[in-house]
């Protein structure tokens, strides 16, 4: 069974960083490209950040490029994303998501919260 | 940037009844579209790809159609699992992805 889990979320103050990762199992996770998505609590979903199967593309929403860095260890069957220079409005829900054989997310990871305060 | 519009924001019906949901490009999308339904506490879950395909294990009552700019999603039957909210998801710009406010479906 395909399975995504995150994990790394936590609260941290602005200007702060946090490194979140996603364990995936059940599928050949290096040729499958990656997403992270996020939601702001009670709002609706944000796209953040795409890699390649390889690593060799990443890209970014502009809300996050220059502070967020996404990467991946395939032999690890593991994603990543470093946040710095966190602020408030970056708290919500991190979501990774597979970019399927049909291009779009599926599945998805449960999510880990990031809460950003003082 | 293309921006996404769902309509209505709320809907509210009975078990049993029809849903149409509403979703509008603001430039066409062609047929890169997709829908994804998420439950309270729950990650989204994808339904409908490329406007009209469903996806592994969607019961036959999800349908999507439309192209270019306006998009449906219908639930002929609404069951109580059913009630959640919607949202749609273009990738006409691809790798850059962009996600709708999302539709709510409330039991009446």
């Known amino acids: 069974e395909v399975h995504l889990v995150e994990s790394g979320g936590g609260l941290v103050k602005p200007g702060g960083s946090l490194r979140i990762s996603c364990a995936a199992s059940g599928f050949t996770f290096n040729t499958y490209s990656m997403n992270w998505v996020r939601q702001a609590p009670g709002k609706g979903l944000e796209w953040v950040s795409c890699i390649s199967s390889t690593s060799s593309y990443t890209y970014y929403a502009d809300s996050v490029k220059g502070r967020f860095t996404v990467s991946r260890d395939n032999t690890n069957n593991s994603l990543f994303l470093e946040m710095n220079s966190l602020r408030a409005e970056d708290t919500a829900v991190y979501y990774c998501?597979?970019?399927?054989?049909?291009?779009?997310?599926?599945?998805w990871g449960q999510g880990t919260l990031v809460t950003v305060s003082s | 940037e293309i921006v996404l519009t769902q309509s209505p924001a709320t809907l509210s019906l009975s078990p049993g009844e029809r849903a149409a949901l509403s979703c509008r490009a603001s430039h066409s999308v062609s047929t890169y579209l997709a829908w994804y339904q998420q439950k309270p506490g729950q990650a989204p879950r994808l339904l409908i790809y490329?406007?009209?395909k469903r996806a592994t294990g969607i019961p036959a009552r999800f349908s999507g159609s439309g192209s270019g700019t306006d998009f449906t999603l219908t639930i002929s039957s609404l069951e109580p699992e059913d009630f959640a909210v919607y949202y749609c998801?273009?990738?006409?710009?691809?790798?850059?992805?962009?996600f709708g406010p999302g539709t709510k479906v409330l039991i009446k």
């Open positions: 998501a597979r970019d399927d054989d049909t291009s779009w997310f599926d599945p």
């Open positions: 998801q273009h990738r006409s710009n691809w790798p850059k992805f962009t």
């Open positions: 490329d406007a009209s």
